[in-house]
């Protein structure tokens, strides 16, 4: 069987958070690993027209049996607005990768900075990321295990605008953060800073991947 990766990271992942997760997938799984090159400081709708694209000319002819996908945060909602455009017809299994904690930060910053200095600095994604239509979008029906991590820890940018560890269980209980159906939920100690690089979570999501489940069995 013919099976493909596609990993689509936040908008914190540099080069060196998506070359560690690119190596590590190639090195741990039998999987044709892509991550496609996306210009998150454009936008949502944007993106969303760029992973289009990748899949219908990169992956499409490839012939693929099964596509899987690790999306982080922005990549989630990348993929749900592309898949909600435009059937998508391999779903192998997805894992999203989610932080109740660190999904505060971007309304915090337009808070604090106000909407325009926010999109010239930091770029219209994390615009995009601070309201609530997102939310909205359906979540791909693929017919196969969707699995959903949860970060517990506290990055250093959403510490230094004043969120706690403690905030983590009223956050959680927000809705956004429930995937219907049969998907297991693994709650990460890991902050958004170490979920790229974490070799011990990256095993649990490969574990996934391969198997539906995050336990080691």
């Known amino acids: 069987m013919k099976e493909a990766l ?27 690993v892509f991550l496609p090159a996306l210009w998150q400081r454009f936008g949502l709708s944007f993106c969303a027209g760029q992973l289009d694209r990748f899949l219908r000319r990169s992956i499409a002819p490839a012939g693929y049996d099964h596509v899987h996908f690790l999306c982080y945060i922005s990549g989630g909602f990348i993929l749900r607005l592309a898949a909600s455009r435009r059937p998508f017809d391999k779903w192998g299994r997805i ?5 109740p904690i660190q ?12 909407r325009l200095p926010t ?13 609530s239509s997102k939310e909205r979008l359906p979540l791909p029906d693929t017919g196969n295990d969707q699995g959903l991590v949860l970060e517990r820890g506290v990055s250093r940018l959403a510490s230094s605008l004043g ?24 709650l990460a100690s890991e902050s958004h800073d170490e979920v790229y690089t974490s070799e011990a979570l990256l095993g649990s999501v490969a574990r996934f991947l391969a198997s539906g489940s995050f336990d080691d069995r």
């Open 6 to 32: 596609v990993i689509l990271p936040g908008v914190t992942a540099d080069r060196r958070k998506r070359n560690f997760l690119e190596e590590y997938f190639r090195s741990h799984t039998g999987y044709d």
């Open 95 to 99: 894992v999203f990768v989610r932080s």
């Open 103 to 114: 999904e505060r930060v971007p309304p915090l910053l337009v808070a604090r900075y106000g």
């Open 119 to 131: 999109l010239l600095r930091a770029g219209k994604m994390v615009v995009d990321l601070a309201g």
């Open 163 to 186: 969120l706690r560890p403690e905030d983590f269980a009223d956050l959680r209980a927000a809705g956004e953060f429930d995937i219907s159906g049969s998907t297991q939920v693994l």
